[in-house]
């Protein structure tokens, strides 16, 4: 029997606990898990209907099992519920987004957007009963004070946000990813560290009664898929 750890260059190594399965098993996890993904959507329409924190921490929980660059872990998933700080949120949100769409935006990013049916009004924001706004850290500040660096941070938040919103699909709730431009106001309203940067606004929670979707299709496995 193999031993449960070692140590290599004075580091310790614990060994990988590795689940098999039949082929046939993988083929039917691998469909399952698809067809599980391939009905999420973004919704703009939210419920106001309460949500267990349990849950919103087990996703987040999930998103920081994502890789990330030596393990840095460069990230802070900040949990915002206080209506009053929604209601800022907000507000600065749409700001920005009414400057985007009236004059940052050019007419092809406009008539992109136009099957979406979008406009600068956010009022989600405040419905759904959580925003979840993650921060990227540009580097760490060790209890001297000092920085340290963190590396692929952008890679390893983005991965961590991806795990993230699986886990909320999974649990069944819906989420938007959001991503109002400039986001500085984000850590100005939650007074962020000076090493963190917002990376996504996430509201999340359960859909509005008959909520509407735009109707798209994915590409097709020979769109997104090179076999050599």
């Avoid at 703009?44 to 921490?57: G, K, L, N, Q």
């Avoid at 999974?170 to 000076?194: Q, V, W, Y």
Wanted: charged share 25%; aromatic share 12%; net charge negative.
């Amino acid at each position: 029997m193999a031993e449960k750890s070692i140590t290599r260059e004075g580091f310790p190594f614990v060994l990988y606990e590795h689940e098999s399965y039949s082929s046939e098993e993988m083929r039917e996890r691998g469909k399952s898990f698809y067809y599980q993904m391939s009905k999420r959507r973004s919704v703009r329409e939210f419920a106001s209907t309460p949500v267990p924190m349990e849950i919103i921490e087990s996703a987040i929980l999930t998103a920081a099992t994502a890789p990330s660059g030596a393990h840095k872990q460069p990230w802070t998933f900040c949990v915002v519920s206080d209506p009053k700080i929604k209601k800022e949120i907000r507000i600065a949100a749409e700001a920005e987004e009414k400057e985007s769409y009236e004059s940052r935006m050019n007419d092809t990013w406009l008539e992109d957007l136009r099957p979406f049916q979008t406009d600068w009004h956010k009022p989600f924001l405040e419905v759904a009963p959580y925003q979840i706004v993650v921060f990227k850290k540009a580097y760490d500040i060790l209890p001297d004070g000092k920085k340290r660096n963190n590396y692929y941070v952008n890679e390893s938040v983005g991965l961590a946000c991806g795990f993230l919103l699986a886990a909320i699909h999974d649990a069944g709730l819906c989420a938007l990813t959001h991503t109002p431009s400039p986001m500085n106001f984000l850590s100005e309203i939650l007074k962020r560290p000076e090493n963190e940067r917002p990376f996504l606004l996430i509201p999340v929670g359960f859909p509005a009664d008959e909520t509407y979707v735009p109707e798209l299709t994915r590409k097709k496995a020979h769109d997104v898929i090179a076999y050599y």
